[in-house]
T-cell receptor, first 110, second 114 residues
Framework: GQNIDQPTEMTATEGAIVQINCTYQTSGFNGLFWYQQHAGEAPTFLSYNVLDGLEEKGRFSSFLSRSKGYSYLLLKELQMKDSASYLCAVGGNAGNMLTFGGGTRLMVKP | DTAVSQTPKYLVTQMGNDKSIKCEQNLGHDTMYWYKQDSKKFLKIMFSYNNKELIINETVPNRFSPKSPDKAHLNLHINSLELGDSAVYFC?????????????FGEGSWLTVV
């Protein structure tokens, strides 16, 4: 089976850095995705890690450690528009089926 | 230029009714999906189709019947709607069904069963 854990809520200040953690236990592993979802909107793709290490993309970076079953999403220079839910999702063995965590709701305050 | 589009966006209906949600993607992808997001915000896979063929069918009541007339369309028909079916249904697509392909989601259809 698949089990994915991430904090339910986080709060951070505009301009700061925040790290959102995700731990997973899966029967197979085919990469880890991070998606951003604003309230009432569709999830949008942020990052994909399949090998260990850090992937950087502008203000957002994502890290993966397969041996530890652990990933984090790092958001730098936070902006108010970054207030959203951040979904960690793991690809398993069955095709391209993703198993999602419950999401972390990030609130950015002035 | 919407990549994955689904209609209707909002749907309020009574228990026992039958309803359909339509989905189309213009990305040229081979694989399409239906996901359900419940009130606790968990996104769960329901179905996956690759080039019109059913690939994944998670534990979903057989009141839910997907239909894929061609690889660009995947519609979801729900019979005998129940209160517990109230959720947001997201259609999605990816280049193909191999692992690691980015999944692109539609805007979602908010279904409320009263």
């Amino acid at each position: 089976g698949q089990n994915i854990d991430q904090p339910t809520e986080m709060t951070a200040t505009e301009g700061a850095i925040v790290q959102i953690n995700c731990t997973y236990q899966t029967s197979g592993f085919n990469g880890l995705f991070w998606y951003q979802q604003h309230a009432g909107e569709a999830p949008t793709f942020l990052s994909y890690n399949v090998l260990d290490g850090l992937e950087e993309k502008g203000r957002f970076s994502s890290f993966l450690s397969r041996s530890k079953g652990y990933s984090y999403l790092l958001l730098k220079e936070l902006q108010m528009k970054d207030s959203a839910s951040y979904l960690c999702a793991v690809g398993g063995n069955a095709g391209n089926m993703l198993t999602f965590g419950g999401g972390t709701r990030l609130m950015v305050k002035p | 230029d919407t990549a994955v589009s689904q209609t209707p966006k909002y749907l309020v209906t009574q228990m026992g009714n039958d309803k359909s949600i339509k989905c189309e993607q213009n990305l040229g992808h081979d694989t399409m999906y239906w996901y359900k997001q419940d009130s606790k915000k968990f996104l769960k896979i329901m179905f996956s189709y690759n080039n019109k063929e059913l690939i994944i069918n998670e534990t979903v009541p057989n009141r839910f019947s997907p239909k894929s007339p061609d690889k660009a369309h995947l519609n979801l028909h729900i019979n005998s709607l129940e209160l517990g079916d109230s959720a947001v249904y997201f259609c999605a697509s990816s280049q193909d069904g191999t692992g690691g392909n980015t999944i692109y989601f539609g805007e979602g259809s908010w279904l409320t069963v009263v």
